[in-house]
């Protein structure tokens, strides 16, 4: 597949174990379209029979990580009209996204500056470490747009910050998360001056490519294993719940009201 918004540079730092992936649509809003999805969804696979890669640092632009799902992207907007399998298959492409990412063997960091709103989010809680600039922010806006918050980001959630402070990114949806409270409730790893998150991130990532490649690996997917043992129980049911909430008149009028730039009446219908 053509890749028009994600590019793919190996061989990076002084032992050569580093890749760098960039998201970039160009705008600095780095909404998760169909297309950007898939994109980003296939470049793990680019790494399955890589052995000289060590660490991979997932960045968007310098301005942006992403603006979440695109609810202006047509081709999102179709799936409305699709029969339910239909719709359920094509719904688990961000969930398979995100799973993806979490499945490598490599060690992956996420690299944050500016925005990292609903999808972004659960894309970068699925990556081992990440570092984002002191303006960086994250926000969960699924709920107020009438959604539950999918592609198994919860229990990845769940798993940093705690049961208190996940109900309260996902469910008060307005709520910034500034980079300093990521920090504070585990969120992100560490906080940098804006502008360096890529830098930082590649200087850590450096410490890690200078030690043994194997054992490196074998740690990482141990941890995953023993961290992420629970998540299907929590995560299976994402796709039919996004769904089923996407034919409630709460959905209607909470995307209604994102793109009208106004406050949503919900009325839990």
């Known amino acids: ?24 649509r160009g705008d600095n809003i780095n909404a998760l379209s ?36 695109d609810l202006k992207d047509p081709e999102a907007w ?7 399998g239909e719709r359920l298959h094509r719904q688990r492409l961000g969930p398979k996204m995100c799973k993806a990412w979490q499945d490598m063997e490599q060690v992956t960091i996420a690299a944050i500056e500016g925005h990292c709103i609903g999808g972004g ?37 769940l798993a940093l910050m705690g049961p208190a402070r996940t109900k309260q990114a996902v469910i008060l949806a307005s709520d910034r998360v500034t980079a300093g409270q990521a ?28 030690q043994p490649p194997i054992p490196v690996r074998m740690s990482k997917l141990s941890v995953n294993r023993l961290a992420h043992a629970l998540d299907d129980l929590a995560a299976h049911m994402d796709a039919d719940q996004n769904v089923l909430t996407g034919l409630t008149e709460d959905y209607k009028e909470g995307t209604s009201a994102f793109r009208e730039k106004r406050k949503p009446v919900f009325k839990g219908r």
């Open 78 to 84: 179709q799936r409305t009209a699709l029969p339910i």
């Open 1 to 24: 597949m053509d890749r028009r918004f994600v590019t793919v540079e190996k061989g990076l730092g002084p032992q050569g174990r580093i890749a760098v992936v960039r998201f970039d």
């Open 183 to 210: 920090k504070e409730w585990g969120l992100v790893e560490e906080v940098v001056e804006n502008g360096q998150a890529l830098a930082e991130a590649m200087a850590f990532a450096d410490r890690i490519a200078r």
């Open 34 to 69: 169909q297309q950007a999805m898939r994109e980003l969804r296939d470049v793990p696979h680019d790494f399955e029979d890589d052995l000289d890669t060590s660490v991979v640092i997932l960045t968007g632009s310098d301005k942006a990580f992403s603006a979440g799902f």
């Open 121 to 157: 989010a659960a894309l970068v809680v699925a990556l081992d470490f990440r570092f984002c600039g002191r303006g960086a922010h994250f926000r969960i806006p699924e709920v107020e747009l009438g959604m539950n918050m999918s592609w198994g980001s919860i229990p990845r959630m």
